[in-house]
């Protein structure tokens, strides 16, 4: 575990970067890299065993209308950085596509992080954050999950906590059909929770949940997905959600890690051509971000080679 200095050091905001970025305003050069960038995910699940086809095949076999129904906030409407394109999808995270694609484009996509290629790069990026948060917040009964996306970060909180009751919260009502659908497989009978979670459609920047209910709200890779602006609001709501000497906890990329500043400018093109607003996110300088809205100063640890927690006392 390596302890990180909290200021960012945006080295893949160079020069290449910058490159990076004229390409990728010519649309027709960002479409043959987000479609290279999902190419190179479907080959690399296949390399660590994941069937991408034929899991998005069961998952399609579903009627998905109850679930959606049940999960859909009426009326709710979406900020405008989150209707655009995410992840080589032409509708962002708002389509069944998406949500039957996000747990096996997971597993591909965490499969490098430790070098090389391991199946189980996923479930070690989530323990090595799991680790960290054990050692500060040994029991937290209330736990808010932040861009929970199909669930698979809320079980693993559940998991860890299984005295804890736990709501997952996300803007797609795809994600939340999924995820409602997938928490009884994805938590193991013994650690079966007296409730099992429950899931919010709405917005981590306004959730409508009372103040000082939670004691634990948790972004597992939710921040590299905002604008500057809508992350400052979420860690200011997350303020107010949390009681006090309650813990704010995010794991995310890390901007510090050589792994960004050394990436092969083919592979930095495919990365940014998926993600719209990394380049914000990696000059948001979260210590600073947390202080001004009121949060004790963070501890940053490494968790992995190029990914990072903080952990923020309110
Ligand atoms: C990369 S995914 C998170 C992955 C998930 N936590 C996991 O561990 O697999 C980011 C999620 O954040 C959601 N999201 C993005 N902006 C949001 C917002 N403002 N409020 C709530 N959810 C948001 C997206 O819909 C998406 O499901």
Redesign the pocket.
């Known amino acids: 575990m390596i302890f990180l200095s909290s200021s960012p050091t945006p080295p893949a905001m160079g020069f290449t970067s910058f490159i990076v970025n004229r390409i990728l305003s010519f649309p027709s050069l960002a479409n043959w890299a987000k479609t290279q960038a999902k190419q190179m995910m479907i080959q690399r699940a296949h390399q660590i065993g994941v069937d991408w086809l034929g899991h998005v095949a069961l998952l399609n076999t579903r009627d998905w209308s109850l679930d959606l129904s049940q999960v859909t906030t009426p009326g709710l409407s979406y900020?405008d950085y989150?209707v655009t394109s995410f992840h080589g999808y032409a509708d962002g995270?708002l389509s069944w596509e998406a949500a039957f694609e996000?747990e096996v484009a997971?597993y591909a996509v965490h499969s490098r992080v430790w070098g090389a290629v391991d199946a189980h790069g996923d479930a070690r990026l989530?323990q090595s954050y799991h680790q960290i948060l054990q050692s500060h917040i040994p029991s937290p009964l209330k736990i808010l999950?932040?861009?929970?996306?199909?669930g698979?970060?809320?079980a693993?909180l559940q998991v860890n906590y299984p005295g804890a009751e736990v709501v997952g919260?996300?803007?797609?009502p795809y994600?939340l059909s999924v995820a409602q659908h997938q928490a009884p497989a994805r938590i193991p009978v013994p650690s079966h929770p007296v409730s099992p979670p429950t899931w919010l459609h709405?917005?981590?920047?306004a959730t409508g949940l009372p103040d000082q209910s939670f004691d634990l709200v948790s972004?597992?890779?939710?921040f590299?997905?905002?604008p500057e602006e809508?992350a400052i609001a979420?860690l200011r709501e997350v303020h107010r959600l949390l009681r006090p000497g309650g813990y704010f906890a995010m794991m995310d990329m890390n901007p510090q890690s050589p792994v960004y500043a050394q990436m092969k400018p083919y592979i930095l093109t495919l990365l940014k051509s998926t993600e719209p607003y990394l380049d914000e996110y990696f000059k948001l300088d979260f210590s600073q971000a947390l202080h001004s809205v009121g949060f004790q100063p963070p501890t940053v640890v490494g968790n992995s080679p190029r990914h990072r927690t903080i952990v923020a006392r309110r």
Not at 219 to 222: D, E, M, Q, T, V
């Open positions: 900020p989150y995270n996000v997971a989530r999950d932040l861009g929970c996306s199909v698979m970060s809320t693993a919260i996300d803007l797609s994600f709405a917005a981590a920047e972004g597992f890779l939710l590299h997905e905002l809508a979420i």
